[in-house]
């Protein structure tokens, strides 16, 4: 069993969530709380392992130039916004 003291503010907020229905209880509050702490944890670790991928990447020469990417974007919009004009 774990116990914390988490102040008045939030006990007072946890305490109106209960009271309002929102959750059943004190510990339903706080086991979606951790639940919601592991989700950004989980995704904040994907978040790094891509970033450095994208490192490894760039220093393997893995790479195009901003004006490669900003020209192949640049076609593709003009090509969608051609067709969404042509079938109006």
């Known amino acids: 069993m774990i116990s914390a003291d988490l102040g008045k ?3 007072s907020y946890i305490q109106q969530l209960v009271e309002t ?10 086991r ?8 950004r ?3 904040l670790a994907a978040l790094d ?6 490192i490894a990447d760039a220093d393997a020469g893995r790479t195009k ?3 490669d990417v900003f020209n192949r974007l640049d076609a593709k919009y003009s090509a969608m916004a051609d067709k969404s004009e042509k079938s109006a």
Request: aromatic share 4%; proline share 0%; hydrophobic share 30%.
């Open 9 to 11: 503010q939030l006990e």
């Open 32 to 39: 979606e709380g951790v639940r919601l702490v592991q989700d």
């Open 65 to 67: 130039s901003a004006s």
């Open 21 to 30: 229905g929102r959750y059943g209880s004190k510990s339903e509050v706080l």
């Open 41 to 43: 944890e989980t995704r």
């Open 49 to 54: 392992a891509s970033i450095m991928r994208g």
